[in-house]
């Protein structure tokens, strides 16, 4: 009878099947609350697990209870107020009414908290999301290995002894071995039948029998198993192309954008990286920040340095063309980019930054998402995004986002799963 053994490693007063089981029935729930998870994250947090609030009227099981009326019979335990022979009132109150606290009154549970790992988080978050248009083709140098089989070899360990290749090489061994001798054991046996069938003497006879025995003991001396029949499974290392990915986060830093229009900005660029990392082995980050003149930083700078003067988005894609010529070519690197602004630019310079993306830039990359980021109240569509909007490249998207809690329904629009 075969029977399994579960051997993960659970946590303390943890359930690994318990877990899973609570996950699969309840994952309508699970997925909601990590949207309201995320909405209200800050960015050092957006790659962590963390607790989550279900209402317990989402995950209550159905249940049989006693509802009020009806004849049954209890056994009381006796009082000061009533004697032997006393008559029961019935509790007052129709059916509906329950005998649960009023409002106010006693204690309650409304939620039930349940703690996601990182892993089961950004499960959660990513399962129905898929990169548009992906074609991994472009694959860049041999910095990964991975073991492979190589056939069998002589030598090894114990524990990569392959059985089936051991035992056929044994057979062919002695197969070979033994050839001859089984050949001269046939004939020696013919000729002590005939012997015997003539009545041939004593002294032929003994000698035809010796003759025998000896070549039955000598294919008796072949070993079943000898050393060098033993094969071993060998593997051995080879290099593996790895797909990789350089995503380019571009944002406006100019006077108009605001902590607010920043602080939405760096939650996109955060998950649009986190599902980067899951679909490629290697992703690089490239930071470009821009007022009036652009300039590549570091990603504490990026995000915490305080910079401000006037919008030129033109010197920013002029540097990521540059940098992509010197450090990322699209033969070997697989590139995305990201754009946060408010739309705000100056003069031509709208009309400049949509020609040189059609001719420069979208070519050589795999997806272009603009964002723009708008007050709530502000309608008005900006000189950018007019301007972006004649450029018909199918793997150039725009959006625009007013609220930090959009952020989530925008990601999900851009890179929701095709259907097949």
């Not at 060998?234 to 100019?254: E, I, K, Q």
Request: proline share 3%; with cysteine.
């Amino acid at each position: 009878m075969n029977s399994l053994i579960d051997r993960r490693l659970n946590g303390r007063n943890k359930s690994a099947v318990n877990r899973e089981r609570f996950l699969r029935r309840y994952k309508t729930q699970v997925r909601k609350a990590v949207r309201d998870l995320i909405r209200d994250r800050s960015i050092e947090e957006m790659d962590q697990g963390g607790e989550i609030n279900l209402p317990t009227r989402d995950i209550s099981e159905p249940r049989f209870r006693h509802g009020s009326g009806g004849d049954r019979e209890m056994v009381h335990p006796g009082n000061r107020e009533f004697v032997t022979g006393d008559t029961i009132d019935r509790p007052q109150g129709g059916a509906g009414q329950g005998g649960g606290n009023e409002p106010g009154e006693g204690d309650s549970v409304d939620q039930f908290t349940f703690t996601l790992s990182r892993a089961e988080f950004l499960n959660f978050f990513f399962e129905d999301l898929e990169l548009p248009h992906l074609v991994r083709t472009q694959l860049g140098d041999v910095n990964q290995k991975k073991w492979q089989r190589a056939g069998y070899t002589t030598t090894g360990s114990p524990s990569s002894l392959s059985v089936n290749r051991t035992l056929k090489a044994s057979l062919s061994r002695r197969i070979a071995l033994s050839v001859g001798a089984r050949q001269e054991l046939t004939a020696a046996e013919d000729e002590l039948e005939a012997l015997l069938a003539d009545k041939a003497s004593d002294e032929l006879v003994q000698a035809a029998r010796e003759q025998v025995e000896s070549l039955r003991g000598r294919l008796a001396r072949v070993p079943f198993l000898d050393e060098i029949d033993l094969r071993y499974r060998n593997r051995v290392s080879v290099p593996v192309p790895v797909a990789r990915a350089v995503m380019f986060c571009l944002m406006d830093v100019s006077g108009s954008m605001d902590e607010t229009k920043k602080d939405m900005a760096k939650r996109f660029f955060t998950l649009l990286y986190l599902f980067l990392t899951r679909k490629y082995e290697h992703v690089d980050l490239v930071f470009i920040r821009h007022t009036d003149n652009a300039e590549e930083v570091d990603e504490d700078t990026f995000f915490h340095d305080p910079k401000s003067g006037g919008t030129v988005v033109l010197s920013a894609l002029e540097l990521m063309h540059d940098i992509i010529a010197k450090r990322y070519s699209p033969s070997t690197w697989n590139i995305y980019a990201a754009q946060a602004s408010d739309g705000d630019s100056f003069g031509a310079d709208a009309g400049r930054s949509v020609r040189f993306l059609s001719e420069h830039l979208l070519p050589a990359t795999r997806y272009f998402a603009y964002i723009e980021l708008h007050d709530i109240h502000d309608v008005r569509k900006s000189s950018l995004w007019a301007e972006y909007e004649r450029e018909p490249a199918e793997h150039f998207v725009m959006r625009r986002i007013s609220d930090r809690s959009e952020i989530f329904s925008v990601f999900h629009e851009l890179f929701r799963k095709e259907a097949a």
